[in-house]
Each structure stands twice: as C-alpha cells, then as structure tokens.
C-alpha cells in the first residue's frame, strides 16, 4: 500500500521567514497531490491540489511542487504570519485508496 | 464552515456498546467519506460512498458499517466498541468519486471516547 512520510518534528520558524514542508510518498505516483490544514479539534482545509504534469503550483503566499522522480512534494508558506501556525497534511490517493500523511506541526513565532 | 455536518460533537460510552454517527454532505456532493484520526496514527481512511453506493474500502474494521442514505447523509456504526477505538471520526464529502481532482471538504468531526 501507499505510504506517506512527512517532516516527523515540529517546524518552528520565525515570523515574515518562508516555511517548508516535505511530503514523500512510496510506490507508485499519483495522478495529483493536495495539501491541507488542520488546526486543533477540527477537520482538514483543503489548500493546493498540484497534478503530475504541473511542476509548481501557486496561490498567494503557496507554493507546491511536485518532483514525480523524487516522490516527493515542498509545501512552501513565504511571508510567514503567526496564523499559519497550524498541521499540513498532504494527501494522494491512488485507484480507490486515500492517504494521508501524519502532517508537520508548524508554528510561526512572532 | 465547510458546509459538511456531523452530529454528534461529542459520544462518551462504554466498551461493548454500539454507536451511531451522523454526517451531511455538502449540497450537491454525491460522496461521502469517513475517517479516523488518533493521536498517534494520523488521520486514517475507513470507507467511501457514492450516491448510496460503497465505492472504496479502506481500513474499516468489521465492528464498524456505514451507508448513505437516499438523501446522501451517511452514517458510521461501531459496535462491540473498544478503548482503542477513541478517536476523532471526521465525515468528508466531494462532489466526484474518486480519481481525478477529488478535493474533499471535512466536516468539524466527531470525538469518540470510549471509557
């Protein structure tokens, strides 16, 4: 079956600085990949979706992109904002399977 | 707010039981997924539906049934309940099946504690 593995620690970052999130995933690629936020207690807020023949993926302060060779995806967050602070999770699925990662926890400190 | 509701916020039972979960897509989303998220197992794919159809299985026990009503609102029963099976039981609908482009919308979950 597919697995995803996700930064395992915690992100701390400065505010104003960019974060990244790694997302790598095993066997075979998927079609597309999304990215979500979860803050506590509550469900996860889909973000970005990148397809396998988009390289890179933008929406505002967003960026995804998606290496098919590597099996591997960057989430990036530029201008960071305490707000961000908050799990991302990325998640494939493949044929009639979902996968979510773990997520990072990352947490944008004034 | 997603537009995808779940009832109820918040189940306290004991093992053994049996509980029911409840959840309402979104207008005009035929499918209907649930999850299970604890703390050190991330979030967890169970089961799918589409238009009152089972679509996809994931990890679902066999304690555990769901069906999607003529409406689409769909429901998660678990029985012969365990300590282990504390969780939050999120719901998410889309509009698509399954494959391309099928953004989920979450509802606010369902938090299981089993004493």
């Known amino acids: 079956s597919q697995k995803i593995e996700q930064n395992s620690e915690a992100l701390n970052i400065q505010e104003g600085k960019t974060a990244t999130l790694t997302c790598n995933y095993t066997n075979y690629s998927p079609a597309y990949l999304q990215w979500y936020r979860q803050d506590p207690g509550r469900g996860p807020v889909f973000l970005l979706l990148i397809r396998e023949n988009e390289k890179e993926k933008r929406k505002e302060r967003l960026k995804v992109t998606f290496d098919t060779t590597l099996k591997q995806s960057l989430f990036h967050i530029t201008a960071s904002q305490p707000a961000d602070s908050a799990t991302y999770l990325c998640?494939?699925?493949?044929?009639?399977?979902?996968?979510f990662g773990t997520g990072t926890s990352l947490t944008v400190i004034p | 707010d997603s537009g995808v509701t779940q009832t109820p916020k918040h189940l306290i039972t004991a093992t053994g039981q049996r509980v029911t979960l409840r959840c309402s897509p979104r207008?005009?989303?035929?499918?209907v997924y649930w999850y299970q998220q604890s703390l050190d197992q991330g979030l967890q794919f169970l089961i799918q539906?589409?238009?009152?159809?089972?679509?996809a299985k994931g990890n679902i026990l066999e304690r555990f049934s769901a069906q999607q009503f003529p409406d689409l609102h769909s429901e998660l029963n678990l029985s012969s309940l365990e300590l282990g099976d504390s969780a939050l039981y999120f719901c998410?609908?889309?509009?698509?099946?399954?494959?391309?482009?099928?953004?989920?919308?979450f509802g606010p979950g369902t938090r299981l504690t089993v004493l």
């Open positions: 207008s005009g989303d035929l499918s």
């Open positions: 539906y589409y238009n009152g159809e089972e679509r």
């Open positions: 998640a494939l699925n493949t044929g009639n399977q979902f996968y």
């Open positions: 998410a609908s889309s509009v698509r099946t399954s494959g391309w482009e099928n953004t989920q919308y």
